[in-house]
Structure formats: C-alpha cells, structure tokens
C-alpha cells in the first residue's frame, strides 16, 4: 500500500451466474444466490434483495468515485468469432470492425453489446496481408439485466467474458488446451488454439447449487453421470489438456476418472481454487489479470459501439503527480501571497503615512467641537420648552436666544386668553423669569393677536423640566406633573391664574390704538 492509495478508485471482480453472483474485493468477498423465473430472468425479489447487498458491500469512502467492478459473464447466449480484415490504422479498426459484425452476425450492431481483441498482422495460413481480431458478442439485454444489480448498488459495471478470465489460472498451459467449468446445472467448455479461443459452448450438464453443500455429492465424484459427460463434449477438440474449474467437493477426484476415460492421451487436471467468499477462477483470474498487469487483458465488451480492448487501470503515478503539484502549491502559498500582496500593501502603508500629518489638525478641531459641547446653551432645549407652552399650531414670526440669557419673541395668537395661557405656562416651567409681554395689538384682520414677549431663560435646563408637562394652568386638565409633589414651591403653580389680577384687556381696534403693556408678573410667577 501507497501513501496514494487512498484516493485510488477502488475495483471489485464478479461473476455472473445462472443462480449465483460472486464479488471479490480487497476486503473480502460477497456469495450471492439467484433466483430466476421460468424464462431465464430474474425475480424483482431477488433484485431488491441483491441491490442492498451489493450497496452494504460496495460502500466506499465519501471522498472516493464509485467503485469499478469487473463482472465476468456466462457462455449463454455469448458468440466467439474470428474476423480477417485488411490492413488498417489504428482508428480505423473499430469503425471497419463495425462494418464486419453487421454482416457477420445475425443482430445488427445496434443490438450487441461487443468487443475485439487483435491477434495479429496476419494470418499464417492466407498470404493476402490484413490482421486477425477475435470477436466477442452478446446481446444487449443481457448486460442490462446485469447492470440493473451493479448500477443501483453504487457500482460502475465493465463486462467481460468469464471463460477467458480463467484461463489466466490454468498451470502452464500447452498452446492447444481446454476448460470445463462444471457448475450446478450448466457446465461451460471453451477450447484453446495456439492460445487463442477458437470455440465456446454451454452444457447441458452440472453437480447441483455451489451455494448449497447439501445438494452436492457426498461421496465425491461417485454418484456423477460420466458417460453422459463425455457424450457431451465429445467430438469437439480439446487440445493436448482438460482443465476443470468450479465449486465441487470432489474435482481432483472428478479429473482423475475423466483422464482414464480421455482418448488420444489428453491431459486431465484440475485448478486449484482457494475456498472464501468471492473466489471463483473467474474472479480470481480477472484479478490476477488486472492487478497484475497481463499482457493479455481480457476482452471488454461495450454496448456503445466504441470497443476498446482492455479495462482501464488505476494510474498511481499521475495520482502521485497531482497529489506533488498540491502539496507544492500548499507550501508555497505564503509566499506567492507576500509576492502578489506586496504591491497593494506598500500603496495602503504610503496612504497611511500620508494621513498621519492630519491627525494633529483633526485633534485640534476635535477639542474645539468638545469645547462648544460643553459650554455652549441649551438653545434646543429652550425651543423645545417653548414648544410645549404654546398652543397647537401657533407660529412664531421671531425668535430671540442669546448666551446672556435674554429671550425675545414675536408672533400673533388667537387671543388674549391664549397669551395669558402661554406666559403662565412659560412661568410655570422653573425655566424662564421675568416673563413679560411687551406689546400687544390686533393684527390686520382683527382676528388674532400679534405680541411681543421677552424673557429670561437659565442655560441650564433641569431635566425634570424638559420630562414635566407645562401647562398646569389648564382648566381642562387635571395637576398631573410630577414636579409638583417634590416642589412645594411650584404647587400654587396648578392652581387657575387668580381673578384679582386679570391680563389687561385690549384696547378698541382703531387706528391710533396704542398696545397696553403688560401688568408686573403675579405671584404665580417664578423671578
């Protein structure tokens, strides 16, 4: 294991069975039995319930792809071909080999699902120049049912045939060989020429379930139906050597009486298989052939029309390449950060050092706006006093404040009780002295009028004065304000103006009508 493993997508070896599914990975293996209908399809049960198996098996890291699984198919169904072509290039193969099974198969292209390996530049026995390609077809339906288990469970499928998987495990094997697999009711044969396959067939003969012990022979090959065996495969070639692959008890035993019963002194062996979950001479040989490189990939079938002739394999060192260039940029980082920040930071620095000769001229202009703050009047709370004393809607044409505390107004009212009203409540306040109304004339329309007040005011106006509501002189309401309670002096405040000293009443309107002037204050009134 690498320091890259890690991120490695990872790969899975199957086999696809008549009645059972084997997985094999790194961390183990997977025994999947098959349940098929009537005509040869699988049971929507038996899908669901080898969905989430697969999908618990298959699970991978979160940061990892989906995991590549290498499933080797049966001999059902499945057409071995050898194809001469003339010379072409290499891109130009898959498109005249498209051309070649179109008319040498019975299904258009459309409907297979294929794939090619070359042979060779030319054939030994043909002296007209072109190059030799087995071919490998099977219908498309078929690796859609198969992929209707892998891709819901999380897996990317890649099929290939399982009798060339295996023979990547027969023990030095002569250039003309053969392979049986015997399994629980079919047994596959597949004959070798010159290492190259040259006929694939499907058997009418099997020991039972390899997933069920029970059904088995127990007394090895005994109870075995031999002659009916060698009726079967008799008549084809097999080469100089027999080798028997599958998950029976009693298969050395098996090997050993059909060596007795071979003519023409063929060579009867069988192939070792360790026992686990998963481990089958298809999967065991597709990983010998993937992991460690064969020369000889097995062949892919695709259902694309773009055959390729192997799967592709992880590629540690590009990983290892990109994982470099990231820890370099990762160390590197601080540094190209000073390189590329540099120039706006010696800008903002110079920009820095510019503005700290202003910082003595907004100290200096700092101190004297604190200055104004702390010893100017309270202008604004006067006005809001004034505010409040006079009536809604009444308007000022003028009005006087100044820092020795000298108020003086100008604007009409709407009569003279209201002027009356508008000076108690300046006086009652606690803020303003010496409230006295100047002058005090009808304006033009007879309809309002027009005063002239003056005033004292303290610049500095208590807070229970600005929370207090003036006017507790109003007949209308109730005393309410708080001030009252705590001043005692202020009480007489609330009480209605005495009648002994009445607001001089106004003069007749005319036009040499002089304004009288105001009477001195009362004792309601606060010097």
Excluded at 105 to 111: A, G, N, V
Excluded at 238 to 245: D, K
Excluded at 383 to 405: C, T
Aim: aromatic share 6%; charged share 20%.
């Amino acid at each position: 294991m690498n320091a890259f493993d890690w991120n490695n997508t990872p790969a899975y070896y199957a086999e696809m069975g008549r009645d059972s599914l084997r997985v094999l990975g790194a961390r183990g293996g997977l025994d999947l039995p098959l349940d098929r209908l009537p005509d040869r399809r699988l049971a929507d049960a038996c899908k669901t319930r080898v969905i989430q198996s697969l999908a618990g098996f298959l699970k991978g890291k979160p940061w990892q792809p989906r995991p590549r699984v290498v499933c080797a198919i049966g001999a059902r169904g499945v057409s071995v071909r050898r194809l001469f072509l003339p010379p072409s290039s290499k891109e130009d193969l898959p498109r005249l080999l498209s051309l070649q099974v179109e008319s040498e198969f019975p299904l258009p292209p459309e409907e297979l699902a294929w794939g090619y390996a070359k042979l060779g530049d030319s054939k030994s026995d043909d002296p007209r120049p072109g190059q030799e390609v087995l071919v490998v077809a099977v219908r498309k339906e078929t690796l859609d049912e198969y992929s209707s288990l892998l891709a819901p469970a999380g897996a990317s499928p890649v099929f290939t045939l399982a009798a060339l998987a295996r023979s990547r495990l027969c023990p030095h094997p002569p250039a003309d060989y053969s392979i049986l697999d015997i399994g629980a009711q079919d047994s596959e044969l597949v004959t070798f020429e010159r290492n190259v396959p040259a006929s694939l067939r499907t058997i009418a003969w099997g020991v039972g379930s390899p997933l069920s012990p029970s059904a088995l022979p127990a007394s090895g090959s005994a109870g075995l139906d031999l002659p009916s065996l060698l009726r079967r495969i008799e008549g084809h070639a097999m080469g100089r050597a027999l080798y028997l692959t599958g998950h029976f008890p009693g298969l050395e035993e098996l090997a050993s009486r059909l060596a007795k019963l071979l003519a023409n002194g063929i060579r009867c062996e069988a192939v070792r298989i360790p026992s686990g979950a998963g481990h089958s001479a298809a999967t065991l040989g597709l990983r010998q052939s993937v992991e460690l490189g064969d020369a000889c990939p097995p062949i892919i079938l695709h259902a694309d029309h773009a055959p390729a002739a192997g799967p592709s394999r992880p590629a540690p060192i590009q990983w290892a390449a990109v994982a470099a260039a990231l820890l370099l940029a990762v160390l590197s980082f601080p540094y190209l950060e000073a390189l590329l920040f540099k120039p706006h930071l010696a800008r903002k620095l110079q920009a820095i050092t510019a503005e700290k000769g202003r910082l003595v001229d907004i100290d200096r202009e700092l101190d004297f706006l604190r200055y104004l703050k702390q010893n100017q009047p309270d202008y604004v709370d006067a006005i809001f006093l004034l505010s409040k004393a006079a009536q809604p809607g009444a308007r000022f044409d003028s009005l006087s404040l100044n820092q020795r505390g000298d108020l003086s107004l100008h604007g009409p009212m709407a009569n003279a009780q209201q002027v009356g009203e508008f000076r108690a409540k300046l006086i009652d306040s606690g803020v303003f002295t010496n409230v006295a109304i100047e002058e005090q004339a009808p304006s033009p329309d007879h309809q309002r009028v027009i005063i002239r007040l003056s005033a004292r005011w303290k610049q500095s106006i208590p807070e229970q004065a600005l929370a207090a509501e003036p006017g507790g002189n109003d007949k209308n309401k109730e005393p309410s304000k708080p001030g009252a309670k705590d001043n005692p002096k202020a009480a007489p405040a609330l009480a209605p103006p005495a009648p002994s000293a009445p607001e001089p009443a106004l003069p007749s309107p005319g036009p040499a009508a002089t304004p009288s002037k105001p009477s001195p204050p009362t004792k309601n009134s606060k010097d």
